[in-house]
């Protein structure tokens, strides 16, 4: 499991696997909050590929998965045999290449996909199968990942964040990368996303950001939603604290 606040690499990091994922099968699901009471909707995106062999499983687990992904008559729920069908499917794939399976913003999976998944993940043992999950620090996945090792993602050092600015966003006067830098607090996604906020003469040094500096139009969407969420008493007070730092 990759864990991380949001904007901290955790997506660029399994694009970059999987550009590096030469030899291998490669599966990949992408959670949604739009899609998250959607039944199956996950497992169904990282299967896809690999539902042609779905007959040559025992048939209980074939007809449980196959009635899961609408792919067959409706089958009375036995997560334990859609968990085993998804890992019976997996170390068949995995018997021909290498298997990685990517599964992005977990949090979000629906909570039947994320369980077959997870029971998988934690039963792989020499199969030749790497299962990693993406996670968003704060967020609740639907089921628990205890058991599977954990990576948490922490913000870049000064230097690292100095260079990745240089290179997103090269020629900005030494004074506003310095300040651009300090406010992003070693955030990937800030980093790249704050100076797109700055006009054209704060770029070049001649008028001062503004006081907070503007975190990109990602980073506010995501924390607009986590806003949303709390309590009117919770968001006067996130305000008030809001006023008197500024």
Not at 19 to 48: H, W, Y
Not at 110 to 124: K, N
């Amino acid at each position: 499991m990759v864990l991380g606040e949001a904007g901290i690499g955790k997506s660029a990091l399994l694009n970059y696997l999987e550009s590096r994922a030469t030899g291998f099968t490669v599966l990949r699901a992408n959670g949604t909050e739009s899609e998250s009471e959607l039944a199956f909707s996950g497992l169904a995106d990282l299967l896809r590929p690999l539902l042609g062999e779905l007959g040559a499983l025992p048939q209980p687990q074939a007809a449980a998965l196959a009635g899961a992904l609408a792919l067959g008559p409706p089958v009375p729920g036995d997560p334990f045999a859609i968990g085993t069908a998804t890992l019976g499917l997996l170390s068949r794939a995995a018997e021909r290449s290498p298997l990685v399976a990517l599964i992005e913003d977990a949090q979000w999976l629906d909570r039947p996909s994320l369980a077959a998944i997870v029971f998988a993940a934690r039963r792989v043992q020499a199969e030749g199968i790497v299962m990693i999950f993406a996670v968003r620090e704060g967020e609740c996945p639907a089921v628990s990942m205890e058991g599977l090792g954990t990576l948490r993602l922490a913000h870049l050092e000064a230097s690292a964040a100095s260079e990745l600015l240089a290179l997103t966003t090269p020629f900005l006067p030494p004074p506003v990368a310095e300040r651009i830098c300090a406010a992003a607090g070693g955030n990937p996604l800030a980093l790249i996303e704050m100076p797109l906020a700055l006009t054209d003469a704060q770029r070049g040094g001649t008028d001062a950001p503004e006081r907070p500096m503007a975190v990109g139009p990602r980073l506010t969407a995501i924390f607009r939603r986590r806003v949303a969420a709390l309590s009117a008493q919770a968001q006067s007070s996130l305000l008030i604290v809001g006023i008197v730092s500024v």
